[in-house]
T-cell receptor
Framework: GENVEQHPSTLSVQEGDSAVIKCTYS??????FPWYKQELGKRPQLIID?????GEKKDQRIAVTLNKTAKHFSLHITETQPEDSAVYFC??????????FGSGTKLNVKP | EAQVTQNPRYLITVTGKKLTVTCSQN?????MSWYRQDPGLGLRQIYY???????DKGDVPEGYKVSRKEKRNFPLILESPSPNQTSLYFC???????????FGEGSWLTVV
């Protein structure tokens, strides 16, 4: 089956700096790559996603890049703010809605 | 309001006592699934369903059962819970393959 690895497990940045979280996947059949943000005690919520026919997608301060050949995708957050502090999960899914999640990155944005 | 509702939100039970966690969505989504979340392991898919009466195993199905008799409901059944099933459980739904997954609020389950 699919194996999704996520790095780093924790990330601490200063407010205003950029944060980058990276994920790799193993199954070339995966074609949908969402990113979720989970605040303490709450449910994961989608922040951005990308499909395998696209190399990059941006939404305000958040961007995701995908390299299908290398089987890796990354989340980029620019101009970080304290409210960006949370756990972020990447995931890889296929046409059957079978999803595999990374182990999560705890992002701490220091004011 | 579009939502995924799961119950109970918090439960402490004893080993071997059958329990059911209910899940209901009001978005007419075809796809529903169950995940468990454990520290350091992220979210792992237990079972998923592509439509009524169609279910399949996810990554960690052992010890769990599901059913999909109606489109809106997807209960998770633990026939004989064990302490290693202590976890945070999320139900989720999506409109179709490769679409946004909407998660329920989560159910904290402790098996003693």
């Amino acid at each position: 089956g699919e194996n999704v690895e996520q790095h780093p497990s924790t990330l601490s940045v200063q407010e205003g700096d950029s944060a980058v979280i990276k994920c790799t996947y193993s199954d070339s059949a995966s074609n949908y790559f969402p990113w979720y943000k989970q605040e303490l005690g709450k449910r994961p919520q989608l922040i951005i996603d990308i499909r395998s026919n696209v190399g990059e997608k941006k939404d305000q301060r958040i961007a995701v890049t995908l390299n299908k050949t290398a089987k890796h995708f990354s989340l980029h957050i620019t101009e970080t703010q304290p409210e960006d502090s949370a756990v972020y999960f990447c995931a890889a899914g296929d046409n059957f809605n079978k999803f595999y999640f990374g182990s999560g990155t705890k992002l701490n944005v220091k004011p | 309001e579009a939502q995924v509702t799961q119950n109970p939100r918090y439960l402490i039970t004893v080993t071997g006592k059958k329990l059911t966690v209910t899940c209901s969505q009001n978005m007419n989504h075809e796809y529903m699934s169950w995940y468990r979340q454990d520290p350091g392991l992220g979210l792992r898919q237990i079972y998923y369903s592509m439509n009524v009466e169609v279910t399949d195993k996810g990554d960690v199905p052992e010890g769990y059962k599901v059913s999909r008799k109606e489109k809106r409901n997807f209960p998770l059944i633990l026939e004989s819970p064990s302490p290693n099933q202590t976890s945070l459980y999320f139900c989720a739904s999506s409109r179709a393959t490769g679409n946004t997954i909407y998660f329920g609020e989560g159910s904290w389950l402790t098996v003693v």
